[in-house]
């Protein structure tokens, strides 16, 4: 039947593992709205923001307790110019996991933690078009400590309300 949960806050049954989602890098809303066109490049994977900040998505997976999928944020991360140009290149090749990890920066603020901008990273690419694996210096973070120690379900709905709800 697979994952399905009871919200707080509003009181419905969801279905599905939850996961979320940045449509492009924190850096990406610092660029005034009307310069963006001509300063940005976004891409669905990809944002290049004044020909020197290289920045690519992919997904800190958080493992739930009992459960095969896990919870996921879908983030983005700043490469150096020589990794993104790495990760560019493989980016069609149906094997790439053999490349990297790449150091990077998390360039996206999630909100239920405290400050999430600028942690340090490892990207790990994967094969067959799937999004890099972003994992998580291990640190004291709250973040990271899930990250490495996963989270119960309860939990699991606790992000999707404070997420949807707050």
């Not at 095969?68 to 790495?86: C, D, K």
Request: charged share 20%; hydrophobic share 35%.
């Amino acid at each position: 039947m697979g994952f399905q949960f009871h919200c707080q806050s509003c009181g419905e049954i969801h279905h599905g593992m939850p996961s979320f989602d940045a449509a492009a890098p924190i850096s990406y809303y610092a660029i005034p709205k009307n310069e963006r066109e001509t300063r940005c490049d976004l891409g669905s994977d990809d944002c290049i923001i004044d020909k020197a900040s290289f920045f690519v998505r992919g997904c800190i997976e958080i493992p739930v307790h009992g459960e095969i999928e896990p919870f996921s944020w879908g983030v983005w991360v700043s490469l150096s110019e020589a990794s993104y140009q790495t990760w560019r290149g493989a980016f069609d090749l149906a094997e790439r996991g053999h490349l990297g990890p790449f150091f990077g920066w998390l360039n996206a603020h999630l909100s239920p933690y405290p400050n999430t901008i600028n942690l340090k990273t490892r990207v790990h690419l994967r094969n067959d078009g799937i999004r890099p694996y972003i994992e998580l210096e291990p640190t004291d973070h709250p973040l990271a400590q899930e990250q490495r120690s996963g989270i119960s379900p309860e939990r699991a709905a606790e992000l999707y309300a404070l997420m949807m709800h707050d």
